[in-house]
């Protein structure tokens, strides 16, 4: 075998080896990069269970002025003590068919949600915690103070919690958001059981394995689903989560908005007739679709709270879609890196031959 022969071996060699560690090496970087946390998940779908403000397995119980906007469901149990004087501003559903089906999609979105993929590793400390979008995981949740969610201006944005065992907050603490508002795309999926302290203002739908508690005063813009074991309610607020939505800008045009103007003298006539509503007439004066939970929801103490900037922020400087510049810069660099390495190889080989 000629040199000749010999360097072209070893030029095929080395592409054969060079190619596929260099897509190798790209690929299990991308994997590793954990960009999932910031990048736009979908929502979880909660079917029917997203008529009701509590579901519970076996039983719910209340004490006190509770209020829930929504429906009330139990099943396989049958029992809902507490109601009156405990109010529903939906329907009461006890081991029915409506109750069954809603607790059958509460699973399957307990599911979905548990299985999201891939997410960040939290602390079990969420107070003074500042987050973005994104799924994340905890092993048993506590939050003492104040959570805030920054939405980076993203009406669609979701917040996965994916918890382990079990969520506590502590007395009066608080989940805010920043930068908008979306209480209808967060969820806490606990492997346990859940327990909001007195006077917590919580917000997102709360989907536990097994049993709920709100203590006295807690407030919850979202919905209490417990999937086995009972509901427990003291004077609790309950209202249903809305987000606001992605209106685009209404096009702009070059017609009079007042309607269309004459030249001639005016008329002596009355003036107190009824008036045409043209282009530019009022807008309808229905009711707005505000419930009587308005007071306690992300507009009144969240949206644009007191949250600080402070605290832990994963991702902090990274887009919020997660996509960004990032993989692209990964990409070309170990494109380049691996490039520049086959080269080097090639120029070795080829030295050692001709010396």
Same mark, same amino acid.
């Given at each position: 075998?000629?040199?000749?022969?010999r360097?072209s071996?070893?030029?095929?060699?080395?592409?054969?080896?060079a190619i596929p560690?260099a897509?190798?090496?790209?690929?299990?970087?991308m994997?590793?990069?954990?960009?999932?946390?910031?990048?736009?998940?979908?929502p979880?779908?909660l079917?029917?269970?997203?008529?009701?403000?509590?579901?519970?397995?076996?039983?719910?119980?209340?004490?006190?002025?509770?209020?829930?906007?929504?429906?009330?469901?139990?099943?396989?149990?049958?029992?809902?003590?507490?109601?009156?004087?405990?109010?529903?501003?939906?329907?009461i559903h006890?081991? #029915?068919a409506?109750?069954e089906?809603?607790k059958?999609?509460?699973?399957?979105a307990?599911n979905?949600?548990?299985?999201?993929t891939?997410?960040?590793?939290?602390?079990?400390e969420?107070?003074?915690?500042?987050?973005?979008?994104?799924?994340?995981?905890?092993?048993?949740?506590?939050?003492?103070?104040?959570?805030?969610?920054?939405l980076?201006?993203?009406?669609?944005a979701?917040?996965i919690?994916?918890?382990?065992?079990?969520?506590?907050?502590?007395?009066?603490?608080?989940?805010?958001?920043?930068n908008?508002?979306?209480p209808?795309?967060?969820?806490?999926q606990?492997?346990?059981?859940?327990?909001l302290?007195?006077?917590? #203002?919580?917000?997102?739908?709360?989907?536990?394995?097994?049993?709920?508690t709100?203590?006295t005063?807690?407030?919850?813009?979202?919905r209490?689903?417990a999937?086995t074991?009972?509901?427990?309610? #003291?004077d609790?607020t309950?209202?249903?989560?809305?987000?606001?939505?992605d209106?685009?800008?209404s096009?702009?045009? #070059?017609?009079?908005?007042?309607?269309?103007?004459?030249?001639?003298?005016?008329?002596?006539?009355?003036?107190?007739?009824?008036?045409?509503?043209?282009?530019?007439?009022?807008?309808?004066?229905?009711?707005?679709?505000?419930?009587p939970?308005?007071?306690?929801?992300?507009d009144?103490?969240g949206?644009d709270?007191?949250?600080?900037?402070?605290?832990?922020?994963p991702?902090?400087g990274?887009a919020?879609?997660g996509?960004?510049?990032?993989?692209?810069?990964v990409?070309?660099g170990?494109?380049?890196?691996?490039?520049?390495?086959?080269?080097?190889?090639?120029?070795?080989?080829?030295?050692?031959?001709?010396s």
């Amino acid at each position: 075998m000629t040199a000749r022969q010999r360097t072209s071996r070893l030029r095929m060699r080395a592409f054969m080896i060079a190619i596929p560690a260099a897509v190798g090496l790209v690929a299990g970087l991308m994997m590793w990069h954990p960009s999932g946390a910031y990048a736009q998940s979908a929502p979880v779908g909660l079917g029917t269970a997203a008529d009701f403000s509590v579901l519970a397995g076996s039983t719910v119980t209340n004490t006190g002025d509770t209020f829930l906007e929504q429906n009330l469901g139990v099943h396989p149990g049958s029992t809902a003590p507490g109601f009156p004087p405990g109010e529903v501003g939906g329907a009461i559903h006890l081991a #029915d068919a409506v109750a069954e089906q809603a607790k059958l999609d509460l699973t399957t979105a307990y599911n979905d949600a548990a299985g999201r993929t891939p997410f960040v590793s939290l602390p079990a400390e969420l107070g003074g915690s500042t987050l973005t979008p994104g799924i994340y995981r905890i092993a048993a949740a506590q939050l003492t103070g104040q959570l805030t969610l920054d939405l980076q201006e993203n009406p669609e944005a979701v917040f996965i919690f994916q918890i382990d065992s079990t969520l506590i907050t502590a007395s009066n603490s608080s989940v805010i958001f920043i930068n908008g508002s979306s209480p209808c795309n967060v969820y806490w999926q606990v492997g346990s059981s859940a327990t909001l302290g007195t006077g917590s #203002d919580f917000i997102g739908n709360i989907m536990a394995s097994t049993a709920i508690t709100m203590n006295t005063g807690a407030t919850l813009e979202g919905r209490a689903l417990a999937q086995t074991a009972a509901v427990t309610l #003291d004077d609790n607020t309950i209202t249903e989560p809305e987000c606001a939505p992605d209106v685009p800008p209404s096009p702009t045009t #070059d017609a009079p908005t007042d309607g269309p103007t004459t030249d001639g003298p005016p008329t002596d006539g009355p003036t107190g007739g009824p008036t045409t509503n043209g282009p530019g007439g009022p807008t309808s004066g229905g009711p707005s679709n505000g419930g009587p939970g308005d007071g306690n929801g992300s507009d009144g103490n969240g949206s644009d709270g007191n949250g600080s900037d402070s605290g832990f922020k994963p991702g902090a400087g990274l887009a919020a879609t997660g996509g960004g510049a990032w993989p692209v810069i990964v990409t070309a660099g170990l494109a380049l890196a691996a490039v520049g390495g086959l080269f080097v190889l090639l120029a070795w080989r080829r030295a050692r031959l001709e010396s």
